[in-house]
């Protein structure tokens, strides 16, 4: 193919750039649909190296000294990656608070990207900048109803957003003459919050005990005595693991009574503010004074969608910085409008343009259906887990749309061992792409740690729910975790899922655990060297074409802990 492909070289912008689009876009969506095809399911079967492989084969070399131009180089790529996708708008991927996107929306991040304003100054985004001020306010109105002057950042998730709200509280502290600010934090915050203090070189925040996955309001007073002023609560609403939320009127009266500020981080739970039915589960928020709030979880929307709402647009000053190429002084005189100091990004992508989008097409109304629905559906998975008899759901409340549970199986080893099953099965699901499923290590109310005794999730013998049921005290374990944020699961999807994970329960119960599976020994030379054996399946699942190598036996003895990834996302909770 030629290096001066006109495909290739062609600008998505400007009054030809519609039509230079129009037909690579139908090759990205038909290798979308080919990919999607190939793949078969939510995640593609073989594990990582598998997957890694199909990549090079496709993009080896990733810079050619030749092009291939322009279609096919999208067709090659786009088909590899969606064929190697973990696809979140399968009803199968529930692992994490990453959501499928809406159509409106995507097709509203192509504008986006294909006219590619910089919001860092209004002669690169001038409409962008509108729009943005514009969005920004409902957003701020939707937290704050009734303060006269919110405002809201569009920022790239909750991470960024609660590293704003540290930064933002650091100064207000400095202003008062204070050296800096002590952060307060429940054993429940996403690591985002102490990531944030790192960086800004506060004091390693305040722990405050949580019982049940939701900060105590009378640990907090404790705290609050004991550390100086001033100082930052961090609240949460939505916690990752979970989907709990702290008691924020509680939590928001404590504060106050010591003089302190309150951030939360409803990364998760803010979206909640669009149903009116479901809105009463945040009461309090409104006595933060910021908000974080995340679109691209419970939002259906592409990342990076994240929010940060104040309760005072004058909070916002200490963003402001001078850069005379951006905003000299005399241009913002002159009425140019000054976007500097609306994020602690320098460049950065219309990502207002997919929110405002989405809002005007739904309505608030019909964003709160959507997130009722999901709700419900959580509702609904964690009924058909109580009544399988081989699954046990975590005792207590459901977490806005997350579901703790795990195989009865588990529960009949000893704490090591059965946490090694649960392992197990999320990765047997994994390697064969039949779902993806999260993991979570939390209390077991339902547990009786002598005797290795457990009620199915405070259910009486004959299956009926008690009533005050909460997730008490207990031994913690790992559990297997099902974020609900399909809009349009159905019934029978989410029967699929109790089944699959069913059945790969019980084939991973009847094999030995992987730390205690005897290690290959070595073939005489003149004997044929046996084959590997599959992994047992459920009959009810097809086989992947390619079974992967059985893993290493040479695991440790004990589980090995897992790593922290960062998922605020990943982006927070």
Known sequence: MSRHDPAATALAGGAQGPAHLGPLTTVVLEALASGAASRGGPLPAGGPDAVAER??????????????????????????????????????????????????????DLAAS?????????????????????????????????????????TSGGTESNLTALLLARERAHARGARGIQILCGANTHHSVHRAAWILGLPTPVTVECRAGRMLPEALDRALSDVPAPALVVATAGTTDEGLIDPLPEIARVTASHGAELHIDAAYGGPLLFSHRLAPRLDGIQSAVSVTFDLHKLGWQPIAAGVLAVAD??????????????????DTEAGLPDLLGRSVRTSRRPDTLKIAVTLRALGRRGLGDLVETCVHAAERFAARVDAHPALRRRPGEIGITTVLFRPVAADALPDEAGDELVARVRRDLLDRGGAVLGRARATDSGADSHSGAHSRSGADSDGSRRAGDTNGSGPARLWLKATLLHPHAQEADLERLVALVAETAAAAAARPPESEAPKSQPQPPSQPQPQPQSRPQPQSRPQPQSQPQSRPQSRPQSRPRPQSRPHHEGDTP
Not at 59 to 65: N, T, W
Not at 127 to 150: F, I, K, N, R, S
Not at 313 to 330: F, I, Q
């Open 55 to 108: 990549v090079r084969a496709a993009c080896s070399p990733p810079l050619p000294d030749l092009g291939t131009g322009a279609v096919q180089a999208l067709r090659d790529l786009v088909h590899a990656v969606a064929a190697g996708a973990a696809d979140p708008a399968d009803p199968g991927c529930v692992a994490h608070l990453h959501c499928p996107a809406l159509a409106v929306a995507a097709a509203a």
């Open 114 to 154: 294909a006219l590619n304003p910089s919001m860092d100054s209004w002669d690169q985004a001038p409409a962008a900048a509108a729009l943005e001020e514009q969005t920004t306010a409902a957003l701020a109105a939707l937290v704050y109803p009734d303060l006269p002057a919110p405002d809201a950042l569009i």
């Open 313 to 330: 647009s004058t909070t916002l000053r200490p963003l402001s910085v001078s850069a005379d190429y951006l905003n000299a002084d005399d």
